[in-house]
């Protein structure tokens, strides 16, 4: 069983839709989570990034950490043609400097 | 230049030649991560520099491979003898400190004919 585990698609809504997506793991000492997104070609972006249990809004970005279930999501509103990519989920111990770890990643296509 | 700066873009080989990439890091941070993207696949850590600390490489598949960090600034990372199931993307990032999310170049993509 891999630590952490992304569906990985391909996920297509169309333009204006709620997307959600979402990661599970198994390392209950991960603290930090993250989520980045991927265009064609490119480096991964931080789009997110969570200490601990919660929710954090940004703009049409809401991330979600649920501890008690090992689960995390990424909803986004308002979905636009430009957030046509790949989107990883990541997460760490970070302290100690502890390696980060990825899950496959979901291919989110949005239809105009 | 404030990002993470990844050279070659693009390197075609052919199996069983060596093969060297350069990762220039955010200036002033402290760490360094080599990870691996396979098409379709996640990515996969390979190896760790932390200050002056001995790197982690745990995640180094094969003895073919290995990475050194000079003047705790620019890496490079190794492969010799390449084999065809080496080709990937390969990602550089950074951090200013522990606990930091991490900062990605653009990578290069290797491809081993």
Request: aromatic share 12%; proline share 4%.
């Amino acid at each position: 069983q891999k630590e952490v585990e992304q569906d990985p698609g391909p996920l297509s809504v169309p333009e204006g839709a709620i997307v959600s997506l979402n990661c599970t793991y198994s390392n209950s000492a991960f603290q930090y989570f993250m989520w980045y997104r991927q265009y064609s070609r490119k480096g991964p972006e931080l789009l997110m990034y969570t200490y601990s249990s919660g929710n954090k809004e940004d703009g049409r970005f809401t991330a979600q950490v649920d501890k008690s279930s090992k689960y995390i999501s990424l909803f986004i509103r308002d979905s636009q043609p430009s957030d046509s990519a790949t989107y990883l989920c990541a997460m760490s111990e970070g302290t100690g400097g502890f390696k980060t770890i990825f899950g496959a990643g979901t291919r989110l296509f949005v239809k105009a | 230049g404030a990002g993470v700066s990844q050279s070659p873009s693009n390197k075609v080989t052919e199996k069983g030649k060596d093969v060297e990439l350069r990762c220039d890091p955010i200036s002033g941070h402290t760490a360094l991560y080599w990870y691996r993207q396979s098409l379709g696949q996640g990515l996969e850590f390979l190896i760790y520099f932390q200050g002056n600390s001995a790197p982690d490489k745990s995640g180094l598949p094969s003895d073919r491979f290995s990475a050194e960090r000079t003047g705790g600034s620019v890496s490079t990372l190794t492969i010799q003898r390449t084999q065809q199931e080496d080709s990937a993307v390969y990602l550089c990032a950074s951090i200013d400190r522990v606990g930091s999310p991490l900062h990605f170049g653009n990578g290069t993509r290797l491809t081993v004919t």
